[in-house]
Every structure is written in C-alpha cells, then in structure tokens.
C-alpha cells in the first residue's frame, strides 16, 4: 500500500514504512524530480504553469502562494495514498515543520479523503519511542 507520510520528508517515516513492506509517499521524490528535470532553471526554486494549476486545486487563490506551493508537490501525494501516518507536535528539527498552516491543509486533506490514518504523538524519551514505533508498526501491518 502506498503511505503519505507527515512531515513528508521524515525519514524516519519513511523507513519505518519502507521496513513494513509498503510504499512511502514523502516529499523527497517529488522534489528529486524536480531537481532532475532540466527544463526548470533553478530547480526546485521555479514554479511552472502548472504548479500553480495544481496548487490552485487544493488551496484557493487567496492562500498563501508558499502554502499553495507545498501543496502543489503533496496534494498529488495525498490523493494517491491508500493510508497515512502522521506525527503530531514534532520539534523543528524532524522533517518539514515550519509552516503549520500547511501542515493543519495536509492534515484536513488527509482527514477528508477517509483513508486509514495513524496519529501520533512525537515521543519525548525512549519509552515513549518504543511505544510510538510499535503503534506504527501495528497500524502498518494490519494495512491489507
């Protein structure tokens, strides 16, 4: 099964979905696309027509252009995935949190679509990441 990931580049997330067997929808081929395709000039900085059209599907005209743009590269993501994980409360550090306007967008998206979907907490010790990855790896396994 195909697993968004948020943050959509933790790597953590990604590899715990990529040990279980499943497939991770992360921010990181999208972007490597984006920095392999020659007909952008300073890849992944421009925007194409088209990125703007894809934008546009999820985040009206009068969401910021930097929101618009993040969705541009994971709405695609979002409408693919067959279930998601998402970590709640992560410190800056932990894959793209910066903008929480984006991620309250992803989150509804992922919500509205009804697809199977984990939340949970960031661990504050190693107690609580044992706990955490054994409910991922539970979520994980019982995906058909």
Known sequence: MKVFIDPPNSLILFDLVERFGHEP????????????????????????????????????????????????????LIDEADAAIIMEDPPFNFGCVGCERSNEMVKYLLRRRGIPLISVKYPENEEEAKVTVGRIKEFLEGLK
């Open 25 to 76: 929808l992360g921010a990181m081929a999208v972007i490597q696309e984006r920095i392999d395709n020659i007909e952008l000039d300073m890849p992944p900085m421009n925007v194409t027509l088209d990125d703007v059209v894809k934008g546009l599907k999820y985040a009206g005209v009068e969401v910021p252009s930097g929101i618009r743009g993040r969705l541009a590269l994971w709405g695609p």
